[in-house]
């Protein structure tokens, strides 16, 4: 793994505070969206192979009649690792400290059926994919795309889902996706 204060002689617009930033304001959202119910608002910021992960254990739990809740849920600090490159993508590597309450509980009645009531502290590695050659978006304000599938223009920074077909828009397009979570 190289650093990723190499990553810059890649993409010279890459700015490692702001994307530190937006993979702690995503991740902090994956994880609430999740407990509410609402994965899918987060399928344009993850893989489809990491989405369906998730859906599928999501839908397991359900199928038990059990969710998985995450309260009170703080990002403390991202670092990133490092970066690497295969099969025709750059792949960024980071650790994101959290502070978080999560258990499993009942799906009716949200009582609690296992896990602690206390913040607990932990570090998950998150792995980021982006195909090889893109370079950073140096946005100021609002980025404007088309949608792929019925050509609408898109506000990517407004919405990822297009506002004419109602089609959820992947941001491989545009920006990294998430492509695995792991606790340490």
């Given amino acids: 793994m190289k650093p990723v204060s190499e990553f810059s002689k ?6 490692s505070a702001k994307f530190s930033s937006k993979l702690s304001n995503i991740y902090r959202r994956l994880k609430t969206t999740s407990s509410d119910g609402k994965l899918e608002e987060m399928e344009p910021y993850l893989t489809q192979a ?16 059990r969710v ?7 990002v403390l600090g991202v ?7 295969a099969d025709g993508f750059d792949y960024i590597f980071a650790d994101v400290r959290v502070r978080a309450v999560e258990y499993i509980a009942d799906i009716k009645t949200h009582q609690r059926i296992k896990g602690d009531a206390d913040e607990q502290f932990s570090t998950v590695l998150v792995k980021l994919k982006r195909e090889s050659g893109r370079v950073s978006p140096q946005l100021s304000g609002i980025s404007a795309q088309n949608c792929p599938y019925c050509g609408a223009p ?18 491989d397009s545009f920006d990294w996706m998430i492509d695995s979570a792991q606790v340490q």
């Fill in 10 to 15: 890649l993409d010279k617009a890459f700015d």
């Fill in 50 to 65: 990491f989405y369906n992960s998730l859906s599928e254990e999501s839908a397991a739990l359900a199928k038990k009649g």
């Fill in 68 to 74: 998985l809740y995450t309260e009170r849920i703080t």
């Fill in 79 to 85: 670092d990133l690792k490092g970066f690497e490159q």
């Fill in 154 to 171: 898109v506000n990517i920074n407004k919405t990822t889902k297009c506002d004419y077909c109602g089609r959820i828009l992947n941001t």
